[in-house]
């Protein structure tokens, strides 16, 4: 390795300090009391999904939910808001990025209003690209590995675009939405997104061989790279993919990579183990994580405070990784 990731790893929170953490988890949005629930608890069943069942009803998902338009989009768009706002970065109130939001928060997609939503978006939505129908997915991989994750989760037959995107494979393994002016190498931004929808599809349908198979070769792209090196100099590819922002939408980082490897019922592998110590290194005196960043762009609402602040996001996804992690490696 060409530089270094060596931290000075944090001690391990006594157990009153992570019972601490645990109530502080579970007094937050319903979005994040039911995953805390069953990833972190083993609270039985039943008691999961009625915690679920609040998102449509309260917090973030209801307050998602009561943004939505008339004919089933938010902003007035697929990828783009109807009207750009005067705001630095990139828009994050249209349906795509809102759709993929109300899946990480855990909306139920036999709930009403989802299914409402879900039959509108495929009525009237239209992607900005040439008008295709929303649910046809675009061009670029990022977008419809995105769109076939979404699509999946809330039970529309997305199998077209999953057959585009394992057209769309690279001789590395991967995928890059940069293809189509020019590039050959794979990204681990666009590599992560289509491997989250091809994970959701094999959930939704039990996949083929062939979804098998694109999905371990992706796998293999982030793994040859130990999740966020490059292959040919050991470099670290991106600074930023060992900080850790929610939501994260189409980006990139090691922790969002790792609890993909977590919820695909992966064994841990030792390519892992650096990114996994970045994970670990990150934790507090008082056993949290803080929201390390946020990807800039007009949002309906913050999900979070500000970044430096404690993060009940980071510090449930990172809880659950390592508990995967320190229970299986």
Not at 32 to 59: F, K, M, N, S, Y
Not at 114 to 139: K, M, P
Not at 210 to 219: I, K, P, T, Y
Request: with cysteine; charged share 25%.
């Amino acid at each position: 390795m060409t530089d270094s990731t060596e931290h000075i790893l944090p001690e391990v929170p006594a157990r009153d300090a992570v019972t601490s953490v645990l109530d502080w988890l579970l007094d937050g949005d319903p979005a994040i009391r039911w995953q805390v629930l069953r990833d972190l608890t083993g609270a039985p069943a039943g008691e999961v999904a009625a915690a679920r069942a609040r998102v449509e009803h309260d917090g973030w998902g209801a307050r998602l939910l009561a943004l939505e338009d008339a004919d089933g989009l938010w902003a007035g768009g697929a990828c783009f808001p109807a009207s750009r706002p005067d705001v630095p970065g990139q828009p994050w109130t249209p349906t795509m990025h809102t759709l993929q939001t109300l899946q990480l928060l855990g909306l139920d997609p036999a709930a009403e209003r989802a299914r409402r939503a879900i039959t509108l978006i495929g009525e009237n939505g239209r992607w900005e690209h040439a008008g295709q129908r929303y649910f046809d997915g675009e061009v670029e991989p990022c977008i419809n590995g995105r769109t076939v994750e979404t699509g999946a989760y809330f039970g529309v037959d997305v199998a077209p675009i999953v057959e585009r995107l394992l057209t769309e494979r690279l001789a590395d393994g991967g995928w890059n939405c940069a293809v189509e002016r020019g590039s050959v190498r794979s990204s681990f931004d666009t590599t992560i997104n289509v491997l989250d929808g091809l994970l959701e599809f094999e959930r939704a349908t039990g996949g083929s061989a062939d979804v098998r198979a694109a999905r371990r070769s992706g796998e293999e792209y982030l793994l040859e790279r130990g999740l966020f090196r490059r292959k040919s100099t050991g470099q670290v590819a991106v600074p930023a993919y060992l900080e850790f922002a929610f939501p994260y939408y189409w980006h990139y980082d090691v922790l969002r990579a790792l609890d993909y490897f977590r919820g695909s019922g992966a064994d841990p592998d030792p390519r892992m183990a650096e990114a996994v110590a970045v994970v670990r290194s990150k934790r507090r005196p008082d056993g949290r994580w803080l929201l390390d960043s946020t990807h800039p762009g007009q949002v309906h609402f913050d999900l979070e405070d500000a970044a430096g602040a404690p993060s009940r996001w980071n510090t449930l996804r990172a809880l659950r990784v390592l508990a995967w992690w320190d229970e299986t490696a």
